[in-house]
């Protein structure tokens, strides 16, 4: 007769994600975890809120990776989305951009701006129902003088980035303040949010991971 292997006491978390900044905010924090990136349409309605566009994407990348998992795994899946509101309230969605073009477009938009920056995540096991939550920052950034811009712009550096910018590299110098959910969330992965979902989704090893950051002061 075949043993079955014993069922694991917490699931394994899988990273959706390609993305190194999220790997290298998980790995800081202590908590163990594998990569295992997808492939999902990041398409949107033009219309939507940060904070909706941000929900549907995670929830998005989260059924994709769910498909693939296998039991005693939990999925952590995320996405980042600028948005800049215009006069008459209505919001122009950053994602990546598509070139070097795109990239001014998007640096100069955001010049002198105060703009949000949102991220949703969502964490799940096969055939359960997500957590999900959203965190929002928002960005107030200095005008950016056209040499800047285009010094950035041929730095790479807005490669893969949302908006065009990556506030943990050389981009923070056109920053002036932050609101809201913390540094990681610009960064692309809001850790505590994340954590206590990944918590709540039965991966117990995100409580110690928790606990640090709570004596550290991290909100």
């Known amino acids: 007769m075949t043993q079955r292997p014993a069922p694991l006491s917490d699931?394994?978390?899988?990273?959706?994600?390609?993305?190194?900044?999220?790997?290298?905010?998980?790995?800081?924090?202590?908590?163990?975890?594998?990569?295992?990136?997808?492939?999902?349409?990041e398409s949107i309605a033009?219309?939507?809120?940060?904070?909706?566009?941000?929900r549907e994407l995670a929830l998005r990348k989260w059924r994709a990776a769910e498909a693939g998992l296998a039991t005693g795994e939990v999925a952590l899946a995320a996405d980042t989305v600028v948005g800049l509101s215009n006069a008459r309230g209505m919001w122009e969605l950053l994602g990546k951009p598509s070139g070097?073009?795109?990239?001014?477009?998007?640096?100069?938009?955001?010049?002198?701006?105060r703009h949000t920056v949102a991220t949703g995540?969502?964490?799940?096991?096969?055939?359960?129902?997500?957590?999900?939550?959203?965190?929002?920052t928002f960005v107030t950034m200095r005008t950016i003088e056209p040499s800047e811009v285009e010094d950035y712009v041929e730095s790479g550096e807005w490669r893969d980035k949302a908006g065009g910018y990556a506030i943990?590299?050389?981009?923070?110098?056109?920053?002036?303040?932050?609101?809201?959910?913390?540094?990681?969330?610009?960064?692309?992965?809001?850790?505590k949010l994340a954590l206590e979902?990944?918590?709540?989704?039965?991966?117990?090893?995100?409580?110690?991971a928790l606990a640090r950051l709570r004596v550290e002061g991290v909100r």
Do not use: I, W, Y
């Open 11 to 41: 699931p394994r978390l899988v990273l959706a994600s390609a993305s190194p900044r999220r790997r290298a905010l998980l790995e800081a924090a202590g908590v163990p975890f594998c990569v295992r990136p997808l492939d999902v349409d």
């Open 46 to 54: 033009p219309d939507m809120a940060p904070e909706q566009a941000a």
């Open 100 to 113: 070097h073009e795109d990239a001014r477009r998007m640096l100069r938009a955001l010049s002198g701006t």
């Open 121 to 136: 995540v969502a964490v799940g096991a096969r055939g359960a129902q997500a957590a999900v939550g959203v965190a929002v």
């Open 168 to 191: 943990q590299e050389s981009a923070d110098r056109f920053v002036e303040k932050l609101a809201g959910a913390g540094f990681d969330n610009v960064v692309g992965l809001p850790l």
């Open 197 to 208: 979902l990944a918590l709540a989704a039965g991966f117990a090893s995100a409580g110690a």
